[in-house]
Each structure stands twice: as C-alpha cells, then as structure tokens.
C-alpha cells in the first residue's frame, strides 16, 4: 500500500472515529414551574387524575355546592349520562369528612364543588374500557350465577331427553381449544386478583388511563391483558371448533356449558386468589384439564355411515346410525 493510500486510509478512519457532541438547547427554565404545576403533577401521581380530566357521571344525581367546604350552600345537579370536566382541585384542611375539593363543570353555566370522594363514588372515567371495568366488577357475580343456573337447568331437561350431552372436562369434543380456553379464563382470572393485591395502585392508575395495547403498559398489567386477547382469539376458535363438529343444538349446549364452566372459573379463581388458595389450587386444575382431555376427548371410533368422529358406540351424533 502506498504512502498516499495509508493516508486517505487514514483520514477516513478518523472522520469514522470523531463525531460532535451535540450540547443541546439550552433550557434554563424548562423545569421551572409554578407551585400550582408542581402540586397538579403531585396531585395527578397519587390520584391519578388532574385538572381537564373528564368524566362520565354514573348515578341518578350528582350535587355540586357553589361554594367549596359547604355542600349546604346553593346546590346545582348534575344528571345520570352526563361528562363531566375536573376545571380546579383544592385542599381543605379543616373538612373532617374529606380534605380533598373537586371543581367541575358541565358545561360554563353548570359547575360547582364537591367532596373528592362522593365524586369518585358517582361518576367513572370517560372512557368505554374504564366504564367496562365499572359495569363488570359491579354486576358480573349476579350475571354468572344467573347465567349457571340457566345453564344448569337447561343441561337438566337436556339430559332426561338424551342422557348423552356434551361438556366441557367431563363429555368433551375431540378439539383442545375449549379446554384450552378454560385454563386461559382461571390463568387471567388469577393475574387479576394477582393484580388485585400486589398492585393495587396500578390496577388503579389502569382505571384511569386503560389501555388494549399490552406493550406498553407494565409487565404484570400486559401480561393479564395478553391474557385477555388471548381468551377472545381462543374462544373464537373454540366456538368455530364446536359448530363444525356437533349439530346446532349440540353445539349450542356445549358453548352454554363451556361459557358456564369459564364464568364459574373466573369467580372460583378471582376469589381464592384473593386468599392465597388460588395459586395452589391453579396447578392443580391445570393438571385435572389436561389429563380429563387426554383421556376422554379423542375419539378413536369413526362412524362407519359418515366417518364422523364418536366418543363411544351407539348411535351417530351426525348420520343417525347405529355402530356397534
């Protein structure tokens, strides 16, 4: 190599190797904040919501006092349905009952004051995910029983008419999405009681600020809601499972069942995780669904009429005829 080329060699190695530091703008005043912004940024950490924040009110009527630290004062009502805006927060520190005050306003005509707590107590964040998580954890134990003795009534005449019906872990189809679905619902349902316990305040600042996007939300909040994408991905392969393998009535029963059996899990598993038996009882339902699947859901008879798949000889769900 010439004298000529190790020197361009040379030069090229050294612009690789240098680069400029870039200081950056200086902002001598970036954090310099007012006292009001340093409290709001406080206040929005430990209670997760600040001025702007709207909210869509829950019970029949809202009371808003003209005058903060007197709800006796002039008071104006907010109905059922109606958003809501956080316009100022204020402190109270000779309020017995809740030193935290909460302005908002309707609209510029109707806004008052009120009590931080009767606030939250009547009204839920504007937003569909935080007002599913509302409506679910008030009403889904009522719903499910509801739903199990439905179902359980309908199994009941189901079976004086044909002492053969299909369900879930016990008289199940050759598909392992269902069982697979079952083991998803008491994995999440423990994530959420999980959740529940150790993470309380997250779960919390979640209420506020939901999210469907599990990528960019915590570990264990991503986790429960991959969990949750993972159910309705499952439970559309495991209805579209069923109706292909069972005729309508059959299926119809069967996802009855398998939705009774999900519900019972959900409220079995978010409950004991609550005491700790949940975590012990997991593994061994775990265990119990796999090995039930294993035994019972092949189906190593065929029809000999249609070559549909049986459980046990005898008459073919499918054709009607008899194998023995």
Known sequence: MSMRSRGVLYIILCLLLTACYNHGQKTPD???????????????????????????????LLPLADNNGDMAFDTMYVTKGQRIVVADIETIPTDTIDSVWVKVARDQITQGWIRESE????????????????????????????FCVVVG??????????RNAYIVHFNDIDSFYPTLLCILMACSATAY?????FGAEQWRHYYFHPSLNPFNLPFTLGLFISSVWAIIII???????????????????????LGAVC???YVVFSILTLYYIGYLLLPAYIFFALRRWFQHA?????????????QQKGACP???????
């Open 235 to 257: 439970g559309v392969a495991a209805v579209d499972d069923t109706i292909r393998r069972l005729q309508a009535f059959d299926a119809l029963i069967y996802l009855f069942g």
């Open 119 to 146: 606030l939250l107590n009547a009204v839920s964040p504007d937003d569909p995910i935080s007002q599913f998580i509302d409506v679910f954890s008030d009403t889904h134990l009522l719903v499910f029983l509801a």
């Open 318 to 324: 499918h054709c009607g005829s008899i194998n023995v």
């Open 193 to 197: 009681a999980t959740i529940q316990i």
């Open 30 to 60: 970036a954090w310099d904040l007012s006292k009001q912004q340093l409290d709001s940024i406080s206040f929005s950490t430990t209670h997760h919501y600040t001025q702007n924040y709207n909210f869509l009110v829950r019970s029949e």
């Open 298 to 310: 092949r189906t190593p008879l065929r029809c000999g009429n249609c070559g549909a798949a049986l």
């Open 263 to 265: 519900a019972v899990l």
């Open 153 to 162: 009534g309908v199994y009941a005449m189901r079976k004086l008419l044909r």
